[in-house]
């Protein structure tokens, strides 16, 4: 248990509906970091929090997806309109310093059918 | 753009046999990372190379950090069943936000 709690673990959702999910990174981490995992594939970074300022947007995250980090606490990812390559697990990371041990969530699992 | 790439994709051992999987970024690192992820987890920090060379060990798992800071290794002596999973290296992204680029990491079968 890395000390990050991501909910809900698993969503099942049909193409078109929106979906948010949420990251409580361990108190300490003041950077939050968010990534996409498909089968077989490493983790691809999405966007990133420094306490509430969000300062970098991967070309992933479309203009459907809009994360927050309200008060430099817990996070969320929306995504809307969803589609079936939205299909992914969805990890959000903490890390107390830039460059040092990432620590990971057990992932949000996203189905779109 | 930046990339990180790692050989092979998928390898199958007897358990006691040695593995290796090898890491190649497009650009020199300033550090580079391991995480190995089990089968339905997320993936977990291992260990953090940051000089030139640099040969660091734990236990059965040896990683080393090319000369040139472009390539890295990990090596597992004798592997046993635990040791089923994806090991994934990653660098820094050249954002310099602390963003990590991941490899598509190297999966490990071992059979007993």
């Known amino acids: 248990d890395t000390g990050v709690s991501q909910n809900p673990r698993h969503k099942i959702t049909k193409r078109g509906q929106n979906v948010t999910f949420r990251c409580d990174p361990i108190s300490e981490h003041n950077r939050l970091y968010w990534y996409r995992q498909t089968l077989g594939q490493g983790p691809e970074f999405l966007t990133y929090?420094?306490?509430?300022?969000?300062?970098?947007k991967s070309r992933l995250l479309s203009d459907r997806f809009s994360a927050e980090r309200p008060k430099g606490s817990f996070s969320t990812l929306e995504i809307q309109r969803t589609e079936q390559g939205d299909s992914a697990m969805y990890l959000c990371?903490?890390?107390?310093?830039?460059?040092?041990?990432?620590?990971f969530g057990q992932g949000t699992r996203l189905t779109v059918v | 753009g930046q990339q990180v790439m790692q050989i092979p994709q998928y390898q199958h051992v007897q358990e006691g046999e040695d593995f290796t999987t090898y890491c190649n970024s497009s650009t020199t690192l300033s550090n580079i990372q391991w995480y190995k992820q089990r089968p339905g987890g997320h993936p977990v920090f291992l260990i953090q190379l940051v000089k030139s060379g640099e040969v660091k060990k734990q236990k059965r798992l040896t990683f080393q950090f090319g000369e040139a800071k472009k390539n890295s290794s990990l090596h597992i002596t004798a592997t046993q069943t635990t040791d089923v999973g994806t090991y994934f290296c990653a660098g820094p992204g050249s954002s310099n936000t602390g963003k990590l680029i991941f490899g598509q990491g190297t999966t490990l079968q071992v059979k007993p």
């Open positions: 990371a903490g890390t107390r310093e830039m460059n040092t041990e990432a620590f």
């Open positions: 929090f420094q306490n509430e300022a969000q300062l970098e």
